[in-house]
């Protein structure tokens, strides 16, 4: 299934180049809490096809703010229509992520991690518009622009060291595959969190000392534990 969705991906943007980035990464950040993997795509296209990674990392990174934009907005309405005996509970979460709204919008964007989680509570407490956009937006663009240059440079580097176009994209296809595992296999919740109470060295650190599991996504029979 999750091949298959990559393929799709991977044809929009051979066809249509550009445009096909912007509706990928658009369709790839509408559907809350559903990971659509349109940075393989992004990748590929940034490796294989003559296109600018600079330009190819800020289409994507619009278009990844303007799918993150509707889910806002939605969230935003229903927002309107929460009843009166739940106003104190929004009211305190407020007061919680309006300091810190944009920051955490920005972390949450230029990291694979689930931003919906972050997103969806700034609508409903009618968070700022622009503050969450602009957040989103650079966010969405250096995450991109990074995909978009690694995919370039990686692909260079596999021609160089094993030669041949066809060793290349051998070596790509299976890094791709390795990414993406990764990329579903990391509980990105969590490495956010330690890195805002820890920074970074607390992520280095349980590393060095084996502890990666800590970082791995909980199957539900062990969170139930």
């Excluded at 950040?29 to 003559?50: Q, T």
């Excluded at 309405?77 to 955490?104: F, M, N, P, T, V």
């Excluded at 919740?189 to 990666?212: K, P």
Aim: hydrophobic share 55%; net charge positive; aromatic share 12%.
């Amino acid at each position: 299934m999750l091949e298959n969705l990559e393929e799709w991906l991977i044809q929009i943007v051979v066809q249509h180049g550009y445009l096909g980035a912007f509706i990928v990464s658009i369709l790839g950040n509408l559907i809350p809490f559903i990971p659509v993997p349109y940075l393989v795509a992004i990748f590929f296209m940034a490796a294989y096809l003559p296109v600018n990674p600079i330009i190819l990392g800020i289409v994507s990174g619009v278009g990844g703010a303007v799918g993150k934009a509707i889910v806002y907005i939605l969230s935003f309405g229903s927002g309107k229509l929460i009843g009166e005996e739940h106003e104190y509970r929004i009211a305190r979460l407020r007061q919680l992520l309006d300091k810190y709204g944009a920051l955490a919008v920005f972390i949450f964007t230029v990291t694979p991690s689930p931003d919906d989680i972050v997103i969806i509570p700034l609508g409903l407490i009618r968070y700022s518009f622009f503050k969450f956009l602009f957040a989103c937006l650079v966010g969405k663009i250096i995450l991109s622009t990074f995909i978009a240059a690694f995919g370039r440079t990686f692909v260079n580097l596999a021609e160089y060291w094993l030669g041949g176009s066809i060793h290349g994209a051998i070596a790509s296809i299976a890094f791709l595959i390795i990414i993406t595992a990764i990329l579903l296999k990391v509980d990105w919740i969590i490495v956010t969190d330690i890195v805002d109470q820890e920074g970074w060295r607390g992520v280095i650190r349980r590393l060095r000392n084996g502890q990666w599991r800590d970082f791995l996504v909980k199957k539900r029979e062990e969170s139930k534990k």
